[in-house]
């Protein structure tokens, strides 16, 4: 789980994208994570190492045979008590070191003589990034089992746009944990629906609710990270999509959100509904914008959309299937005649008092072997605990 304490060993090349390591270091710390920096001689020259000493509370090495080490042999005593190494910004001649096994410096002798995962975050040119060479190197090292953090397309320091910007600080922190969390999904391919639907009344007015999407993202992240290929469709969201997902799909009201879910729902292991879909549209949709007549309320005639849960629990090779229920009372019983009513075999019921516009959530986990009702947790940790017990109920 992301809260679970790891010691993380940050190597920091020689780049200007090292000022970004600053952030991570800190967004790590608050995370809960021991961070140790090692720095190559060129990378001082951007930050100094002081500051990464005080940002991460511990002493920072330069030098291969520092003596900050009893034994001298700080180089190969990191690495033992590192849970996970990352290089960022990881330069092209770091990479193009690491992928033909050269140990001819700090970093590259503490990535030939570590034991944990290494993961990489390249940043350089876009003509570097794409010169054969490296792109030979990438693979090199993907092969080998290393994790890259692809870089960005963006405005370069030299000024030139395109693919070489290394991820920014808060996407490295949501990425990193991936590198030792349990892959219970692996390759599994998973889609998610998220946030509220918008039915039109006229071109500036409609029918919404106050859902956040955060269930969803918070799940999107949690089937990544288990190692599944997700698509997540999201209608109104109030929180940052998450990265590294496969697909995502915007659609706004509930019958794009169908149609969405539609297109390769076929294509899917996984189901899971979070989106608070609206029951009913407007029949009676204006394509101007209705005026205020005094005296006169304008009449609006609803009728009802497609359930996009039941009607893809009901199709013959259906994908295993997840549903919420948000209620605002006598939860179970209404969560238990729901879970039949749709024929899901996992349902996730929450109140809405306890759910919707907040952080955490409380919910019960509905399915033929136990109702499970978890305490009330971050979105996050809710969204791992529903991963587990949808990888302990697939067949």
């Known amino acids: 789980m992301m809260s679970t304490q790891k010691h993380i060993l940050l190597a920091v090349t020689g780049g200007i994208a090292a000022y970004k390591c600053c952030e991570l270091v800190r967004l790590l710390k608050k995370a809960g994570h021991e961070v140790t920096v090692a720095m190559s001689r060129s990378a001082t020259e951007f930050i100094h190492p002081n500051t990464f000493q005080a940002l991460s509370g511990n002493p920072v090495l330069v030098d291969t045979h520092g003596t900050s080490d009893g034994n001298g042999m700080a180089h190969i005593n990191l690495t033992r008590e590192a849970d996970v190494m990352l290089i960022a910004p990881a330069t092209a001649n770091t990479i193009a070191k690491v992928a033909h096994g050269i140990a001819d410096n700090l970093i590259s002798n503490l990535v030939a003589a570590r034991t944990c995962p290494l993961v990489i975050a390249p940043a350089m040119n876009v003509q570097m990034w794409f ?13 080998d089992g290393v994790t890259i953090l692809e870089p960005a397309s963006g405005e370069q320091a030299c000024g030139e746009i395109g693919v070489g910007r290394m991820l920014e600080a808060v996407q490295i922190a949501d990425l990193l944990p991936d590198a030792w969390l349990s892959k219970a999904l692996f390759g599994t391919n998973v889609m998610i629906t998220t946030g509220a639907t918008f039915e039109a009344i006229d071109p500036v007015r409609g029918i919404t609710n106050i859902s956040t999407g955060q269930m969803g ?47 390769s729902v076929r294509e899917q292991d996984v189901f899971i509904s979070v989106a608070a879909v609206a029951d009913y549209k407007v029949k009676n949709a204006s394509n101007e914008k209705i005026k205020k007549q005094a005296g006169v309320a304008p009449v609006i005639e609803l009728t009802e959309n497609p359930d996009i849960l039941a009607s893809v629990s009901q199709l013959d090779d ?3 299937c997840v549903g919420f229920a948000a209620e605002s009372h006598d939860l179970l019983n209404h969560a238990r005649a729901k879970r039949q009513r749709k024929g899901v075999p996992l349902l996730v019921a929450n109140l809405v008092s306890e759910s919707m516009g907040k952080a955490t959530n409380q919910v019960t986990l509905l399915d033929d072997e136990a109702e499970t009702e978890l305490p009330n947790m971050g979105k996050d940790q809710v969204a791992e605990a529903i ?9």
């Open 131 to 143: 010169n054969p060479a490296n792109l030979r190197n990438i693979q090199q090292l993907k092969d």
């Open 387 to 395: 991963v587990q017990r949808i990888a302990h109920l697939l067949p």
């Open 217 to 263: 993202v918070a799940l999107a992240r949690a089937c990544r990270r288990a190692g599944a290929n997700v698509t997540l469709i999201y209608g109104q969201i109030q929180t940052d999509l998450p990265n590294g997902l496969t697909h995502t799909i915007q659609a706004v009201s509930a019958d794009a959100m169908y149609q969405a879910v539609h297109q």
């Open 318 to 320: 259906a994908p295993f």
